[in-house]
């Protein structure tokens, strides 16, 4: 009789104890993936010129994730070759927000860019017709005052705003509003907003198919779900120019600087279908070897890659609690920005079993394909 006692009172305890840890789990405080993008946003100092002032979450999505290209329509101005310098002035929707590469199809140097009241950018390629890459404006949805000056005998044949080839700062798949955080999202996205996504290591190399021209290659190449991509090119000998991808110039290269000939490009986050990679050689040879590398980019990979940069992670699809998302993102602050950790809050939402978890996709994911540009055209 005295066991059963001691048994049904286990029983009792036991039981309490398990309420009361169910009690406890529901009262954490977790972080969405629409907050965690607010917190990153902010956090980058990205807001003020990237956001509208009635913005939506899609905003701050779009901001992050890119995806998006504008063509300028250049109206009577294009292939004009000017007899005097002149400045001409363009208004431009910006339907999403985003941080936008600026690339213009010139001739002649300097020519002189700007938008709204951010820094002018100059062009600097002197050898003949160039896709040159003008920089990244971060621009807020809505309309910019674009402004162009031309120096005699120059002109411009092309003009283009993409954050395509930007590096992408979003969870696999895109973002989902309501969705928890966890910390292989929140890993992910911290790794690619420091672009260090080329740090993660290689898992294979990409067949790739080939068109040559005259001081051009161009690698035609598919793509696995959400890769992370870096190109690695060898050079027999000195040589400069620039390599782009779809629809943005991702690097310029100058092989006189680089060891051995060797240029290896900075990782870019690329979406699942086929991609271009095309090369210019403004001078000397072109690459005796052109290799693209898929980095491992697993959730797990991830979250060991920021832990050796000093970040407390769990397990990678465990849930993030608010304080720890919070001393995350102070601690991505001060990586990125070298300051102390500004005032940006994370705001909470409770904590839901994966099941209840929304199952449609309120947002998009940002996997349009868009038309790449054709250099040899």
Same mark, same amino acid.
Do not use: C
């Given at each position: 009789?005295?066991?059963?006692?001691?048994?049904?009172?286990? /029983?009792?305890?036991?039981?309490?104890?398990?309420?009361?840890?169910?009690?406890?789990?529901?009262?954490?405080?977790?972080?969405?993936?629409?907050?965690?993008?607010?917190?990153?946003?902010?956090? @980058?100092?990205?807001?003020?010129?990237?956001?509208?002032?009635?913005?939506?979450?899609?905003?701050?999505?779009? !901001?992050?994730?890119?995806?998006?290209?504008? +063509?300028?329509?250049?109206?009577?101005?294009?292939?004009?070759?000017?007899?005097?310098?002149?400045?001409?002035?363009?208004?431009?929707?910006?339907?999403?927000?985003?941080? $936008?590469?600026?690339?213009?199809?010139?001739?002649?140097?300097?020519?002189?860019?700007?938008? &709204?009241?951010?820094?002018?950018?100059?062009?600097?390629?002197?050898?003949?017709? %160039?896709?040159?890459?003008?920089?990244?404006?971060?621009?807020?949805?809505?309309?910019?005052?674009?402004?162009?000056?031309? *120096?005699?005998?120059?002109?411009?044949?092309?003009?283009?705003?993409?954050?395509?080839?930007?590096?992408?700062?979003?969870?696999?798949?895109?973002?989902?509003?309501?969705?928890? /955080?966890? $910390?292989?999202?929140?890993?992910?996205?911290?790794?690619?907003?420091?672009?260090?996504?080329?740090?993660?290591?290689?898992? @294979?190399?990409?067949?790739?198919?080939?068109?040559?021209?005259?001081?051009?290659?161009?690698?035609?190449?598919?793509?696995?779900? &959400?890769?992370?991509?870096?190109?690695?090119?060898?050079?027999?000998?000195?040589?400069?120019?620039?390599?782009?991808?779809?629809?943005?110039?991702?690097?310029?290269?100058?092989?006189?600087?680089?060891?051995?000939?060797?240029?290896? /490009?900075?990782?870019?986050?690329?979406?699942?279908?086929?991609?271009?990679?095309?090369?210019?050689?403004?001078?000397?040879? /072109?690459?005796?070897?052109?290799?693209?590398?898929?980095?491992?980019?697993?959730?797990?990979?991830?979250?060991?890659? =920021?832990?050796?940069?000093?970040?407390?992670?769990?397990?990678?699809?465990? $849930?993030?609690?608010?304080? %720890?998302?919070?001393?995350?993102?102070?601690?991505?602050?001060?990586?990125? +920005? #070298?300051? #102390? *950790?500004?005032?940006?809050?994370?705001?909470?939402?409770?904590?839901?079993?994966?099941?209840?978890?929304?199952?449609?996709?309120? !947002?998009?994911? $940002?996997?349009?394909?868009?038309? *790449? =540009?054709?250099?040899?055209?």
């Amino acid at each position: 009789m005295k066991g059963k006692k001691l048994t049904v009172r286990s /029983l009792i305890i036991g039981v309490a104890l398990f309420f009361s840890s169910v009690t406890a789990s529901h009262a954490q405080q977790y972080v969405s993936q629409g907050a965690w993008a607010v917190g990153l946003v902010r956090g @980058l100092g990205w807001e003020a010129d990237g956001i509208p002032q009635q913005p939506t979450l899609q905003d701050y999505f779009d !901001l992050l994730s890119g995806r998006n290209f504008i +063509t300028v329509n250049l109206g009577d101005y294009k292939t004009r070759l000017g007899v005097l310098p002149d400045t001409i002035t363009y208004n431009i929707v910006v339907q999403h927000s985003g941080r $936008y590469r600026l690339i213009a199809y010139v001739y002649g140097n300097p020519l002189m860019f700007t938008i &709204d009241n951010q820094p002018t950018a100059s062009s600097t390629l002197t050898n003949g017709w %160039n896709y040159e890459d003008m920089g990244t404006f971060v621009l807020k949805r809505g309309i910019h005052k674009l402004s162009i000056t031309i *120096p005699k005998g120059g002109s411009v044949n092309a003009l283009y705003l993409s954050s395509y080839a930007e590096n992408a700062i979003q969870p696999q798949g895109g973002w989902i509003a309501n969705k928890a /955080l966890d $910390y292989g999202t929140e890993a992910r996205t911290m790794a690619m907003a420091m672009n260090s996504t080329g740090q993660l290591p290689v898992r @294979l190399q990409l067949p790739s198919a080939i068109r040559a021209g005259q001081n051009v290659r161009e690698f035609i190449f598919q793509a696995p779900s &959400d890769p992370v991509i870096n190109f690695n090119m060898s050079f027999p000998g000195p040589s400069k120019g620039y390599v782009m991808v779809d629809n943005s110039i991702v690097m310029t290269y100058n092989t006189a600087d680089e060891p051995d000939f060797q240029v290896n /490009l900075k990782a870019i986050d690329l979406a699942q279908g086929q991609h271009i990679a095309y090369l210019k050689v403004l001078s000397g040879q /072109l690459p005796a070897s052109f290799i693209i590398n898929q980095h491992n980019d697993t959730p797990d990979a991830y979250v060991a890659l =920021m832990r050796s940069k000093g970040f407390s992670m769990g397990f990678a699809y465990q $849930y993030v609690p608010l304080q %720890n998302a919070q001393a995350s993102l102070g601690n991505f602050i001060v990586q990125v +920005t #070298k300051n #102390k *950790p500004s005032a940006v809050s994370l705001a909470a939402m409770p904590v839901v079993k994966e099941t209840e978890l929304p199952s449609q996709r309120a !947002l998009r994911t $940002y996997k349009e394909s868009i038309s *790449p =540009m054709r250099p040899f055209e």
